[in-house]
């Protein structure tokens, strides 16, 4: 049972044609002394139940910006969304109330943030920060949300959960933090998870842990999931579709298969290029030049023409739009053709 | 915890000889001889300094002398006597509890001034309200209690009873209960709310700033839930400490406030030492404010690791 106030929202059951979370043309901006900065430029996907998409991109493409402008947790000001619509079941969030929309925060779309340290609050014992959940959303009483915040450590895998409940989140291992966020973060069963880069501070051996976990959560709830990432290992074995970020902006939309054997933007095929191989083992690793665009002077045309190895002179003023490649895939490079050859201009 | 409470409490003695060793020293080092001093200007009997000097132990080395202080306070509870031979503990009676109830009546008003203002500008932050309070603690931190204390003293003392009639903050002595409190604690703490008003600012600040303050917000959780339970929590843990501490420098700071308004306590008898050269009232009302120092530390120390679980472990 949801409270009434959630109403405004579409109930659950079926989605006809809507998809279950939309981006549409989302612009984000921050003011800053220096300027504006537009760290969003027309950011548009989405997400099915079941299913999940990776946004993949380096740090100041927007893909982190956009995944909390989802959340609604952006501090405006600074920040400011001047264009764009984030439809939840239909519903454009950016047009509810405050209070409406702290109704869907948490309880409806949920987010698992990168350094489980700091992102648990220090002085609350795991079992408090994960009952409050359902003492706040559900009513629960004291003891009824504790025995709760027990079996969801127990389903995130959390050895000895009854005993280890009171203990602060400084005496866990990074691992194990990371899952009482996850644990925390699917408490009221939440339609859609925004995991943003939750293995970036974690040991290799702890993220296939974590990412098999968060895929397993996934298949039992059938919840849609945005994993956000600067690791393309990360992605390749949890997601169905693949957005790559830059400057802002999605440059090219693919399916993990296509997207691993025939990228068709030249900074995915960069990315890939630029992953240590085994097979390689000796000779240099490829590297993407220069650096990544100021947003407070982003390049004229093409964001990435600075570092671009296929640029020819209209890459310089005219922004290429997302080419249509096929149903699933689009690139927002004017010689896409030319990359999915592999023929470098 | 247990262990912790006693790990901090031996770390306080080493403090304490440290710095009663100082005050010692430095008092020594002062120029003049108190038995001469004793007698002013007449010319005195030589056996009979002779006896003095013996009696008050003058004639050993410092340290020697430290050791028999600090033997005396710790074994006997005697914090010696004047050179009058009035012992010091029963100079102190009393006046102790005066300088403690202004130190209180103090840090109270400090606590609550200071932290709703400090709150007041931090959710306000770069509003006009912020501004004005940030511009009244600039105030508060610029004048001394000198002029705070003999402005209140003529304002809310001598016209406010011209203009209603009746007395409502006396401004001498402590005749009127807790209402002769109040205008020295506010002069007292003057400067301590607006540092602690700023600090209190900055922490919130800071600590609203924090990833898990973030994920509070994620969680659906009402702006006053997560300020009030998520930020303030947080936020108290620096205020704590400064509080604390505070208490011993309010005790320390009434010499002056106490001096303006004729209060009969610590502050005004060390004052009255230091005019009369009482070596013995001097070191034992400083010796007395360490212990209060390294006490209320101490209880900082445990309040902190109350408040923050992380301390409790290391």
């Known amino acids: 049972m949801r409270k009434a106030s959630t109403d405004v929202l579409p109930a659950e059951g079926g989605l006809g044609d809507e998809p279950l979370l939309a981006v549409e043309n989302l612009h984000v901006e921050f003011a800053t002394r220096a300027g504006v900065v537009r760290a969003v430029n027309g950011v548009s996907y989405s997400l099915g139940p079941g299913e999940t998409l990776a946004v993949l991109g380096e740090s100041g493409s927007g893909k982190s910006v956009t995944a909390q402008a989802?959340?609604?947790?952006?501090?405006?000001?600074?920040?400011?969304?001047?264009?764009?619509?984030?439809?939840?079941?239909?519903?454009?969030?950016?047009?509810?109330?405050?209070?409406?929309?702290?109704?869907?925060?948490?309880?409806?779309?949920?987010?698992?943030?990168?350094?489980?340290?700091?992102s648990l609050n220090p002085v609350f014992t795991v079992g408090w920060q994960i009952s409050e959940m359902f003492r706040v959303h559900r009513g629960m009483s004291k003891r009824d949300a504790y025995n709760k915040a027990v079996e969801l450590m127990d389903k995130v895998r959390i050895p000895a959960a009854r005993q280890r409940v009171n203990d602060y989140p400084h005496q866990f291992s990074g691992g194990m933090r990371q899952r009482i966020m996850i644990a925390m973060s699917i408490a009221l069963?939440?339609?859609?998870?925004?995991?943003?880069?939750?293995?970036?501070?974690?040991?290799?051996?702890?993220?296939?842990?974590?990412?098999?976990?968060l895929a397993e959560l996934q298949r039992e709830s059938n919840m849609g999931m945005i994993l956000i990432t600067h690791d393309l290992g990360v992605v390749a074995d949890v997601a169905d579709k693949i957005a790559v970020m830059y400057g802002g902006r999605i440059v090219e939309n693919a399916s993990v298969h296509d997207i691993y054997k025939t990228p068709a933007h030249p900074y995915t095929k960069g990315l890939l290029e630029s992953i240590p191989r085994v097979d390689l083992k000796g000779q240099e690793l490829y590297a993407i030049k220069g650096l990544p665009p100021n947003l407070l002077d982003m390049p004229t045309g093409c964001a990435f023409h600075p570092r671009c190895p296929y640029r020819q002179d209209n890459c310089v003023t005219d922004n290429p739009p997302l080419y249509e490649i096929s149903g699933t895939r689009s690139s927002a490079c004017h010689y896409w053709r030319e990359v999915l050859d592999g023929d470098q201009g | 915890m247990g262990r912790y409470v006693i790990r901090r409490l031996i770390q306080a003695i080493p403090v304490l000889l440290g710095a009663t060793l100082f005050i010692f020293v430095i008092v020594f080092a002062l120029p003049g001889d108190p038995i001469a001093a004793l007698a002013g200007e007449k010319r005195q009997d030589p056996?009979?300094?002779?006896?003095?000097?013996?009696?008050?132990?003058?004639?050993?080395?410092?340290?020697?002398?430290?050791?028999?202080?600090?033997?005396?306070?710790?074994?006997?509870?005697?914090?010696?006597?004047?050179?009058?031979?009035?012992?010091?503990?029963?100079?102190?009676?009393?006046?102790?509890?005066v300088t403690l109830n202004l130190a209180l009546v103090a840090l109270i008003m400090e606590a609550i001034i200071g932290v709703l203002l400090g709150l007041w500008a931090a959710l306000r932050r770069g509003q006009a309200i912020d501004t004005m309070i940030l511009a009244a603690t600039l105030l508060l931190i610029s004048v001394p209690p000198l002029v705070t204390g003999f402005v209140l003293q003529l304002w809310l003392g001598v016209w406010l009873k011209q203009t209603v009639g009746t007395e409502i903050f006396p401004i001498a002595g402590i005749n009127g209960g807790l209402r002769s409190y109040l205008l020295p604690g506010f002069v007292l703490a003057g400067t301590s709310i607006a540092y602690l008003t700023r600090l209190t600012r900055t922490s919130l600040v800071e600590t609203l700033r924090s990833?898990?303050?973030?994920?509070?917000i994620a969680?659906?959780?009402?702006?006053?839930?997560?300020?009030?339970?998520?930020?303030?929590?947080?936020?108290?843990?620096?205020?704590?400490?400064?509080?604390?501490?505070?208490?011993?420098?309010?005790?320390?700071?009434?010499?002056?406030?106490?001096?303006?308004?004729?209060?009969?306590?610590?502050?005004?008898?060390?004052?009255?030492?230091?005019?009369?050269?009482?070596?013995?009232?001097?070191?034992?009302?400083?010796?007395?404010?360490?212990?209060?120092?390294?006490?209320?530390?101490?209880?900082?120390?445990?309040?902190?690791?109350?408040?923050?679980?992380?301390?409790?472990?290391?």
């Open chain 1, 70 to 118: 989802i959340m609604g947790i952006l501090d405006m000001p600074p920040a400011r969304i001047p264009k764009g619509e984030i439809r939840f079941r239909g519903t454009d969030l950016l047009k509810l109330s405050d209070e409406a929309r702290t109704q869907v925060r948490g309880q409806r779309i949920a987010m698992v943030f990168q350094d489980a340290l700091s």
């Open chain 2, 219 to 314: 969680k659906g959780l009402s702006r006053r839930r997560v300020i009030g339970r998520h930020g303030l929590r947080n936020a108290l843990i620096p205020l704590v400490t400064y509080l604390g501490a505070d208490l011993g420098t309010l005790m320390g700071g009434a010499v002056i406030t106490e001096t303006i308004f004729n209060i009969p306590g610590i502050g005004l008898q060390i004052y009255q030492g230091v005019y009369l050269r009482e070596q013995p009232i001097v070191v034992g009302i400083v010796t007395i404010l360490v212990l209060v120092y390294i006490v209320a530390n101490l209880v900082v120390d445990l309040l902190y690791a109350v408040l923050d679980p992380r301390i409790r472990y290391e």
């Open chain 2, 47 to 97: 056996n009979i300094v002779l006896i003095l000097r013996d009696q008050y132990h003058l004639n050993d080395p410092v340290l020697v002398q430290y050791g028999y202080y600090i033997s005396n306070i710790f074994l006997h509870g005697d914090f010696g006597r004047t050179f009058a031979g009035v012992p010091i503990t029963q100079l102190m009676a009393g006046k102790f509890q």
């Open chain 2, 211 to 216: 990833d898990y303050i973030r994920t509070a």
């Open chain 1, 189 to 213: 069963d939440p339609e859609v998870l925004i995991a943003d880069e939750p293995t970036t501070a974690l040991d290799v051996t702890v993220q296939a842990q974590i990412m098999e976990l």
